[in-house]
């Protein structure tokens, strides 16, 4: 039976409900998983930074509890966001992901960005809150634009080097105040490869939280221009054949949906569904 995830602002004073635990390490995980009885859990030599109610996974409440280091726990270990995504539970990855966005918040959120004094957590609403200056903060979202360029049979993919060996991916990158979307995604594609493109689609969106992005997924045919790679940020750019493909993303980022629906719509395949 598949498991349902809705996000949530829970009651940190109301007892009971499940934890998830985070630190810099990852997430607390043992042989059960990576939901822990929250009362059990608070009873563990915890250095606790924050605390806050993030859901209900199948009707049940999800509490975050974000750390300031790691501990050792009988049987449990430490697990980062991406081998979840690459291996886990979607449902279970899904949870993961806001929480995580959630705790880079509620970690870089302990003090006011303009005077300096601690932060209170606003009760019932997701918002951090500095008495002296009247100041309230919210999770930030980062609006990032990926773009899969293609010229008939052919796709741009590229890679970086923190990528894992010979995977190539679509461009991306963050918008900059003042820009659109789609201004983003042709100064992104110029400066990553020094190629132009028209005919702008919007395809879909994917929440990223590595930490904190919303990926706005689009297509565009590609215009003029040699490829040139950006010295520092892509390793390698190139044509491929929608015949010869390489190594791609993992199957549940946007950049893989990318790829694949444009396959799909070119050889006749079945189209796949967006990840959410």
Request: glycine share 8%.
């Amino acid at each position: 039976m598949t498991q349902r995830w809705t996000t949530a602002v829970l009651d940190i004073e109301q007892a009971g409900g499940w934890a998830v635990v985070h630190s810099p390490a990852g997430f607390l995980l043992d042989d059960n998983g990576v939901l822990f009885p929250r009362e059990w859990i608070k009873r563990q030599d915890l250095s606790l930074l924050a605390e806050h109610g993030i859901g209900h996974l199948d009707g049940e409440p999800v509490y975050l509890l974000e750390l300031k280091s790691g501990f050792e726990l009988p049987g449990g270990r430490w697990q980062g966001l991406r081998t979840f995504m690459l291996e886990g539970d979607h449902t279970i990855y899904r949870l993961l992901g806001y929480a995580a966005q959630i705790a880079t918040w509620a970690r870089e959120h302990r003090f006011c960005g303009s005077c300096g004094q601690a932060m209170t957590q606003v009760h019932l609403e997701r918002a951090m809150f500095c008495q002296a200056c009247d100041l309230r903060s919210y999770p930030r979202i980062s609006p990032s634009m990926i773009v899969l360029v293609t010229r008939g049979d052919e796709v741009l993919l590229a890679r970086s080097p923190r990528f894992v060996p010979g995977v190539y991916s679509t461009l991306a990158g963050f918008a900059e105040p003042g820009e659109s979307a789609e201004e983003c995604l042709i100064r992104e594609v110029r400066e990553e490869v020094q190629v132009e493109v028209r005919n702008i689609q919007y395809i879909g969106s994917q929440c990223w939280p590595f930490p904190h992005s919303m990926m706005l997924g689009f297509h565009a045919e590609y215009a003029g221009g040699e490829i040139v790679p950006q010295a520092d940020e892509i390793e390698d750019a190139q044509w491929f054949s929608i015949h010869d493909m390489p190594p791609l993303p993992a199957s549940r980022s946007i950049a893989r949906y990318l790829i694949d629906l444009y396959l799909a719509r070119r050889l006749g395949y079945a189209e796949p569904l967006l990840p959410v």
